[in-house]
């Protein structure tokens, strides 16, 4: 089985696209382990058992409420919201490119999202208030992870789905993980501001801050309505995404009329093609994990990690540096569907809660969105950002040091991680 682990590794490398790299992979287990007799729809009917779940919807609806929410002039207001707020501090404008990734992460649940959407209006703001291009990239791919950390979020979703953990609950926990990234990330922008000495803009008057919150209000409702929804049992994280599409539609079209109708059938026709490529790689996916259980993979793995420590701290801070390397080289989603049911065996032996869990999970892999060689925010940046990805590289690693130092305390401290859910639980 690590022969194979190794074929999808090299197939990573030479570029072959994820989807057919866990496909062609997982046809060769299947190959190997029965030769001519294999039975193909086995394959076919695992990789539709990998997306025939009620929750996994949440995953397109979330999708096309990011983007009509990046077309219907939300992103401006939630911008200039923010600017209003921390714009007047040294080094303004990199307090509000997190700011207002923190807003964002509320309505998108993508890091890609917030680094496309926002990353285009943040880029040329500090540009033309004077900031050197590198810092002015590098914070917006770092502000970008918080997306999937603070609900709603995507990976969450699939996580829950895959390791059977309430989804709500993995909502929650996200939120205050996500606040400290936000202020790791403003330290780290004060210290180059002061480094570097950048600009502070003019100080907005309550008026000034009055008007910008009338006009971002609607958008700053947005997570309130979803996870409020959720907790008083209005609907479930499926439905709340429905929610979140109708609601950035009525606010887009109908209010700020800032989304025509034509534009729709276009963002309609994204979703669906992003969510057909996921769809595809997500059923690969499934198949490949299930190939690496019924291998009883899971069962070495656990013999190895115990046979190393059978203390839960050590073993996460040993899953942490796994999980680092693991994202440097393969996508969230698809390292979530491989690597949950091959962990989740371990979490119980260990009396590891699995939303903590999943948090810290997920933040690992988020940083993976940092890192060559296949960093997709880094990707998103080179082509918004006028930067090469030498540059780019170069110009992030230092943001790496808050999220890595958040990833270390939340992982070492669990109530950081579990005290909303366990307070919504009351």
């Given amino acids: 089985m690590f022969l194979f682990l190794g074929l999808l590794l090299i197939l990573f490398l030479l570029g072959v696209p994820v989807a057919f790299s866990l496909g062609l992979t997982s046809l060769a287990i299947m190959l190997y382990e029965s030769g001519l007799s294999l039975r193909y729809e086995i394959i076919a009917q695992r990789m539709f058992y990998g997306v025939n779940n009620f929750t996994l919807l949440a ?3 979330f999708i096309f409420a990011g983007k009509l929410m990046n077309t219907g002039g939300i992103t401006t207001r939630i911008f200039g919201f923010a600017n209003a707020l921390v714009g007047h501090w040294r080094g303004g404008l990199g307090h509000v490119n997190v700011l207002a990734s923190i807003v964002f992460a509320g309505m998108s649940g993508a890091a890609v999202s917030d680094a496309a959407g926002l990353g285009i209006i943040e880029l040329k703001a500090m540009r033309d208030a004077g900031y050197d291009n590198e810092f002015s990239c590098a914070i917006t791919a770092a502000s970008s ?25 993995l909502f929650l926990a996200g939120f205050i993980p996500g606040l400290i990234m936000g202020l790791t990330l403003m330290i780290m922008v004060s210290f180059y501001a002061k480094k570097r000495d950048y600009p502070a803009g003019k100080k907005a008057t309550l008026k000034e801050i009055a008007i910008a919150f009338r006009e971002a209000v609607l958008p700053l409702l947005t997570p309130v309505i979803i996870l409020g929804g959720i907790y008083t049992g209005a609907f479930t994280p499926t439905e709340a995404s429905v929610i979140a599409v109708l609601y950035a539609m009525l606010v887009g079209v109908v209010i700020y009329r800032e989304l025509p109708l034509r534009e729709i059938p276009v963002i309609l026709r994204e979703t669906m093609r992003d969510t057909a490529v996921m769809a595809f790689v997500v059923s690969c996916a499934f198949v490949y994990g299930w190939l690496l259980v019924r291998s009883g993979l899971p069962a070495h793995f656990a013999k190895l990690m115990f046979a190393i420590t059978d203390n839960p701290k050590v073993f996460l801070l040993i ?24 962990f989740s065996p371990m979490l119980r032996q260990l009396a590891i809660n699995p939303i903590h869990f999943g948090v810290v999970m997920v933040l690992n892999l988020m940083i993976g969105l940092l890192t060559p060689p296949f960093g997709l925010v880094l990707y998103v940046m080179v082509r918004i950002g006028d930067i090469s990805f030498d540059r780019m590289v170069k110009a992030t690693m230092p943001f790496l040091i808050p999220l890595l130092l958040t990833l270390l305390l939340i992982t070492l401290v669990p109530e950081i991680v579990l005290f909303l859910p366990r307070w919504a639980m009351r």
């Fill in 59 to 61: 995953v397109p609806f």
């Fill in 319 to 342: 899953v942490n540096v796994f999980l680092l390397v693991v994202g440097c080289f393969m996508e969230p989603v698809v390292a979530i569907l491989i690597l949950t049911p091959i």
């Fill in 145 to 169: 992870t918080i997306g999937p950390i603070i609900p709603p979020s995507i990976p969450m979703v699939f996580y829950g789905v895959v390791g059977g953990v309430s989804v709500g609950s």
